[in-house]
């Protein structure tokens, strides 16, 4: 059971954008631990895609942006593309835990 | 460029033990902290533990805490991971990843190892 929730799936057409959500509580996002997010493509390890809620490394498109308000984090994907089909995590830290957790991923389908 | 490569994974009974090792290449690696994350057969991924640049600092999740223990060598640029009292459910691809500290906490993963696997089954 993780700690920080996301939808099990996602789905849109090329060019749409789509919106992944990442839900915590008082004890992560909500007590102002930053929120970073992975893309996994298939038979692949993550790779980071955002870190500190909003920013982009170097060579990650600026259809993908992230977001934090009180609890919850968002990543949006505008203009969807094929190569955008894969798992998304999110990643932050509990307090009660005394370590990093996970968001249970998203599955991007690009119908 | 930035490099790590795992390996050590492989078929281990219930109760056994097994090593993990992770070479970093292409960074200083005595200036990072490093963690172990893993991911089931099919499911999503969990942090396992980390440890701090210079060994001071060691932190475990609580589903292998006093089971595994982690360290580092930096005269070799490689962790590892010590993994006893092996159970099913420790079945997963085992990544290994740099930890990057940004201005607030927490860190993040950049970047992560291919993988190796661990299956525990009788």
Redesign the interface.
């Known amino acids: 059971q993780s700690v920080l929730t996301q939808p099990p799936s996602v789905s849109g057409a090329p060019g749409q954008r789509v919106t992944i959500s990442c839900t915590g509580s008082s004890s992560n996002i909500g007590a102002g631990y930053d929120v970073h997010w992975y893309q996994q493509l298939p038979g692949t390890a993550p790779k980071l895609l955002v870190y500190g809620n909003r920013n982009r490394p170097s060579g990650v498109p600026d259809r993908f942006a992230g977001s934090k308000s009180g609890t919850s984090a968002s990543l949006a994907i505008s203009g969807l593309q094929a190569e955008d089909e894969a798992d998304y995590y999110c990643q932050s830290y509990d307090s009660s835990l005394s370590g990093y957790v996970f968001g249970s991923g998203t599955k991007v389908t690009v119908l | 460029q930035v490099q790590l490569v795992e390996s050590g994974g492989g078929l281990v009974k219930p109760g056994g033990s097994l090593r993990l090792s992770c070479a970093a290449s292409g960074f200083n690696f005595s200036d990072y902290y490093m ?1 172990w ?1 893993r991911q089931a057969p099919g499911k ?4 396992v533990s ?1 440890i701090s640049s210079s060994s001071s600092f060691t ?4 589903s292998v805490k006093g089971r595994f223990t982690i360290s580092r060598d930096n005269a070799k640029n490689s962790l590892y991971v010590h993994m006893n009292s092996l159970r099913v459910e420790d079945t997963a691809v085992y ?1 290994c990843a740099r930890e ?1 500290q ?14 190796t696997l661990v299956t525990v089954s009788s």
């Open positions: 963690s994350i999503g991924l969990e942090w980390y932190n475990y999740a609580d990544y990057f940004g201005t607030s906490w927490p860190n993040w993963f950049d970047p992560w190892g291919q993988g």
